[in-house]
T-cell receptor, first 114, second 111 residues
Framework: DVKVTQSSRYLVKRTGEKVFLECVQD?????MFWYRQDPGLGLRLIYF???????EKGDIPEGYSVSREKKERFSLILESASTNQTSMYLC?????????????FGPGTRLTVL | SQQGEEDPQALSIQEGENATMNCSYK?????LQWYRQNSGRGLVHLIL?????REKHSGRLRVTLDTSKKSSSLLITASRAADTASYFC???????????FGKGNQVVVIP
């Protein structure tokens, strides 16, 4: 079974802090994704990566950056957290080399920015 | 960007009843997927149906796809309390490899 883990289930940070959310997958998937989920808005794609050191902007990249130094790890960085970044953050991975297929999600990190 | 739109947004049924959810989308697609999310957890993939398929089954799940109407339905037969969750449809627009999720459909199965 594919396993996607996220570094924290719950996180509380203060405005202006730098926040790191980490995601690790164990299935050697090339593709990894970061989403945020908000009530009434569903899942919105922040960034994704098709390979090590590669990244592409999703639909709402502003205020975020990402890092993919190793294939299994995809980090989401909030350079200076703001209250409007309070949300549920979901990481997902997907096998490459085929038309978009199943994505495997981590358990999510609920981030609160005070 | 969001494409799928689930209907109804919320559904409450008795255990043992069937639950039907619909999803509409706007552009041509490669495939459509359904995911389940239990409260406060990540999403779990349920089933994928390709654009050239009309119906697919997996256990108690039945998915249909009508590309002429740009809609899909998810049927859960003989529902159980454990089926209480949010259900999302997600489409892969034609020519685009990114999943576009709907806003979700909350299903509550009453024991």
């Amino acid at each position: 079974d594919v396993k996607v883990t996220q570094s924290s289930r719950y996180l509380v940070k203060r405005t202006g802090e730098k926040v790191f959310l980490e995601c690790v997958q164990d299935m050697d998937h090339e593709n990894m994704f970061w989403y945020r989920q908000d009530p009434g808005l569903g899942l919105r794609l922040i960034y994704f990566s098709y390979d090590v050191k590669m990244k592409e902007k999703g639909d709402i990249p502003e205020g975020y950056s990402v890092s993919r130094e190793k294939k299994e790890r995809f980090s989401l960085i909030l350079e200076s957290a703001s209250t409007n970044q309070t949300s549920m953050y979901l990481c997902a991975s997907e096998e490459s080399g085929r038309s978009t297929d199943t994505q495997y999600f981590g358990p999510g990190t609920r981030l609160t920015v005070l | 960007s969001q494409q799928g739109e689930e209907d109804p947004q919320a559904l409450s049924i008795q255990e043992g009843e069937n639950a039907t959810m619909n999803c509409s989308y706007k552009t041509s697609i490669n495939n459509l997927q359904w995911y389940r999310q239990n409260s406060g957890r990540g999403l779990v993939h349920l089933i994928l149906i390709r654009s050239n398929e009309r119906e697919k089954h997996s256990g108690r799940l039945r998915v249909t796809l009508d590309t002429s109407k740009k809609s899909s339905s998810l049927l859960i037969t003989a529902s159980r309390a454990a089926d209480t969750a949010s259900y999302f449809c997600a489409t892969v627009p034609y020519g685009n490899n990114r999943l576009a999720f709907g806003k979700g459909n909350q299903v509550v199965v009453i024991p």
